[in-house]
């Protein structure tokens, strides 16, 4: 096994959760997860949308979105065609809400330099 292998495997992949209030039922908010984002998932997402670190539109958040939300069960929750047009009738608060919890495990640059 490669280094890369052994090093990537010894870390812990915590999921995060995420409450949308927006979707609530009876039971409460609606719940998704997601894992962090990885270089693999930038890299993907900036082929469809190079300005995505700089300028996130609200395509590229339905798309990490799409990419990333899981159920408790670890489920992908989207599917890439329907679920994607879906998503694009939802409410830009609600899309930008979920996106930048998504976005939130990222530290930028400057925060590294920092510590």
């Not at 812990?12 to 998704?32: H, N, T, Y």
């Not at 949308?49 to 670890?74: C, F, R, T, W, Y």
Request: net charge negative.
């Amino acid at each position: 096994m490669s280094l890369a292998k052994e090093l990537r495997k010894r870390r812990k992949q915590s999921r995060r959760k995420i409450e949308v209030i927006e979707w609530a039922d009876d039971d409460g908010p609606f719940s998704l997860y997601c894992r962090p984002l990885t270089c693999y998932d930038l890299n993907e997402l900036q082929k469809r949308h190079p300005q995505v670190m700089q300028n996130p539109s609200i395509a590229a958040m339905v798309d990490l979105i799409v990419m990333k939300a899981e159920s408790q069960d670890g489920e992908k929750l989207f599917t890439a065609a329907d679920d994607k047009i879906e998503l694009m009738g939802e409410e830009t608060t609600v899309v930008s809400h979920i996106a930048n919890e998504m976005f939130g495990t990222i530290e930028s640059f400057e925060d590294v330099e920092k510590n």
